[in-house]
């Protein structure tokens, strides 16, 4: 069966014929009108969300499927009262796939060993590969290519856009710089980091950990920055945090020090004056919305070859 649970376990074609797919899909939607029909995906979420929902959920109707939302705080699963393996084993009986967004990614993992339908990863603790395939689409339609491409990340270097993001351009021959705060609770994982050395050898990348905004920003193509209080930050850290990240603020000088045709990117929610100024956030070389929008395309893709795939 195959899942999408990090973008570790998907070889850099799998994930090519995806963008591909999602490519198409933008294109020609009235061609995929009918590709779900009678299919039905339970959506579960025990972390709060706009734009995965919206988008999975528009993407299955327009496709002619359904799906089902599920909120964990509100239920028995959520509560203690259904175990996983269990729940695994249901739902398989009911639904043709499932996407979960998750505290604990050892959840989505045990969701996958048990079920006998795909599984979609929709952000844990440790990845969020749907972002990075809609992230990885925009890039190519603004720049044309992704092989060469030098993305620096600015800001928390610990969290799940970060973590994708080091793996899914080391896959595809990205450059990636992350600039980020010393200390175990501002850089990315060693095993994440040292993961995405082994990839960049295959696919000819660079991997650049940096505590100098500078010098991630230097000729970049690609700027990227994500919230500074992610869903699991106490509200409590947040003086400390801000003061911590600040010197990783994605300004218009640091914007500046990159490529002049260089383009803006923030996964959202985004706070102007925080992770970016607000002249950034809302200036011409900002793409986010369009990589908002690429989440409902990326997301029917997923759904397409996870599914596809489920048949053979």
């Known amino acids: 069966m195959l899942h999408l649970i990090s973008m570790k376990e998907w070889p850099p074609q799998l994930i090519e014929e995806v963008l591909n797919l999602a490519d198409d899909v933008k294109r020609q939607p009235a061609k995929y009108a009918t590709a779900l029909a009678g299919q039905t995906l339970l959506m579960i979420f025990e972390k709060p969300s706009l734009r995965t929902r919206v988008s999975f959920e528009t993407g299955v109707t327009q496709m002619g499927g359904h799906a089902i939302y599920y909120d964990m705080s509100t239920s028995p699963l959520g509560a203690g009262k259904e175990n996983i393996a269990d729940t695994a084993r249901v739902i398989s009986r009911y639904v043709n796939v499932v996407m979960a967004r998750l505290f604990k990614h050892e959840v989505i993992v045990e969701l996958a060993q048990h079920a006998t339908i795909p599984v979609i990863n929709a952000l844990t603790d440790y990845t969020h590969p749907t972002q990075i395939l809609a992230d990885l689409q925009t890039i190519r339609e603004k720049k044309g290519r992704l092989k060469g491409v030098k993305l620096a990340y600015f800001g928390d270097g610990r969290n799940n856009v970060t973590h994708s993001l080091l793996i899914g351009c080391s896959k595809l021959g990205l450059d990636i710089r992350v600039a980020c705060p010393d200390g175990s609770d501002y850089m990315p994982l060693g095993e994440i980091v040292r993961s995405a050395q082994n990839f960049a050898k295959k696919s000819g990348a660079q991997v650049l950990i940096t505590h100098d905004a500078a010098e991630a920003a230097r000729g970049a193509d690609v700027l990227y920055t994500d919230s500074w ?21 994605v300004t218009a000088a640091l914007m500046a020090l990159a490529a002049p045709d260089a383009i803006f990117m923030n996964c959202l929610p985004a706070l102007r004056g925080f992770e970016q100024t607000a002249e950034v956030m809302d200036g011409p070389q900002s793409v986010v919305f369009d990589e908002a929008e690429n989440r409902l395309h990326a997301h029917k893709a997923i759904l397409l070859k996870l599914l596809e795939a489920a048949k053979k």
């Open 229 to 249: 209080m992610s869903y699991h930050v106490a509200h409590e850290k947040l003086e400390e945090r801000v003061r911590v990240f600040t010197p990783y603020q």
